[in-house]
């Protein structure tokens, strides 16, 4: 499989779901975390499900799906076990233009889901091009001592550092930025002291050579 990876903007986006299960609640909070706009279709719902629906959180569409459903949409998620389904969301996705996902079934996905860490604004993503998710998550478990709460603040000040570099027309390059990235730096973000390290990455980097 060719799968090219990408991060996509999902903020109001239009998403189907197709079922309603565990399966089905866990890609709708995800797509809840990414700002998409969610359609549920399936007759039943778990009672997570069915309290977001309540909420106004998702349109909930109470029947099984039918061709002609992905109207509308710029993505599907298939979360059901019939392989009937899956085959038949997959052609009309095709022919529609809709990229689909379906859950352990990458012969009818366009896109498939990495294992997914968040640190606030980092996200690391590991795949294994749908050959085995569960070593995809079990990877990611492994990352997830490495990539410590502290990695939220040490995302934060580096975006601030370079927004006032760029404005003050400052270009610093990857290496000036992987040393200044050094032991003082994590230093004080791990002791949670924000100032201290913007300080620090600034005076690192204000040498670099103005354009």
Not at 102 to 124: K, M, Q, T
Request: glycine share 10%; hydrophobic share 45%; aromatic share 8%.
């Amino acid at each position: 499989m060719g799968y090219y990876p990408i991060f996509v903007e999902m903020t109001g986006r239009p998403c189907a779901v197709v079922g309603g299960g565990l399966v089905a609640e866990r890609k709708v909070g995800a797509l809840f975390e990414a700002g998409a706009r969610v359609t549920v279709i399936s007759p039943d719902l778990t009672t997570c499900l069915q309290s977001w629906a309540s909420e106004g959180r998702l349109k909930h569409v109470a029947r099984d799906y039918r061709q002609g459903d992905l109207g509308g949409f710029e993505m599907v998620f298939v979360a059901t076990d019939n392989a009937e389904v899956n085959a038949a969301i997959a052609r009309d996705g095709r022919e529609q233009r809709v990229w689909v996902n379906s859950a352990d079934d990458p012969s009818h996905c366009d896109f498939i889901l990495p294992s997914v860490l968040r640190r606030g604004e980092l996200v690391v993503a590991v795949g294994t091009g749908g050959s085995s998710p569960a070593l995809a998550r079990a990877i990611r478990e492994e990352l997830e001592s490495y990539f410590s709460a502290d990695y939220d603040l040490l995302l934060q000040v580096a975006a601030e550092v370079r927004v006032e570099l760029k404005n003050r027309s400052v270009v610093a390059n990857a290496e000036l930025w992987r040393k200044a990235f050094a032991n003082g730096f994590r230093s004080l973000i791990a002791a949670g002291k924000k100032a201290e390290a913007k300080a620090y990455l600034v005076k690192q980097l204000e040498g670099a050579p103005c354009k």
